[in-house]
């Protein structure tokens, strides 16, 4: 029990740190809880518990600094919190087959364009909201809270991505504004997990609580190193979620 407790705990804590820098923590944290034993819904659901917790902190940390941009966000809460909602709902009464296979395309793409496009993400060129910005903002929070809900791996990619490309926030921006919309999805699987008894607290508990303690390493680095850490860190989680996706596959 205490070597179990010893390996998830100083995985969660790297998992959270990599997570808060630029998303795709769930591959370590995840593969932490299977390897001492714990059942994969278990384990889903377990990874679930600690990893919102953690979002939750890189979140407030995040917000402290001044990084996340609530004039849009706060539009885009709702419309994430819906879209996983529909998503949970829907993965029960469909096939994921098919957004397997287009997951780890679109994955591959935005790891490789950002890794040739050198400037991508590297200076914050946004430049205000429009109403249509706004809009567009929250069609994306519904479609990647759907798509979280749905299925999962690679949301924080996307939704990275997506700040950088829609908006013109650097990486470290794209990153605080993710992880609100990321936590805030990560709620309504949650929800759905604790309803069916799927958490094993005696391990999500001291997880959640070093994946907290590595959160706020992994938030601090991200704000005082800047897109400098963040991209590279970035594109290797990409690159590591379509290697993943490809190996289930294949």
Known sequence: MLLDLTIICTLGFIAAMVDAIAGGGGL???????????????ALGTNKFAASLASLNSSITFARSGKVHFPLVKWQITFTLIGALLGAWAVLRVSSDFLNKAVLFLILLVGIYTLVHNNLGMENKFKGLSRSKILLGCLFAVILGFYDGFFGPGTGSFLIFSFIALFGFDFVAASANSKVLNFTSNIASLMMFAWNGKIVYSYGIPMAI????????????????????????????????????MFQYF
């Open 28 to 42: 370590i944290s995840l593969p932490a809880l299977l390897m001492v034993g714990v059942p994969p819904h278990l």
């Open 210 to 245: 070093f994946m907290i303690f590595g959160s706020y390493v992994g938030t601090r680095l991200a704000i005082h190193r800047g897109a400098a850490l963040v991209k590279p860190v970035f594109v290797i989680m990409s690159l590591l979620v379509a290697t993943k996706l």
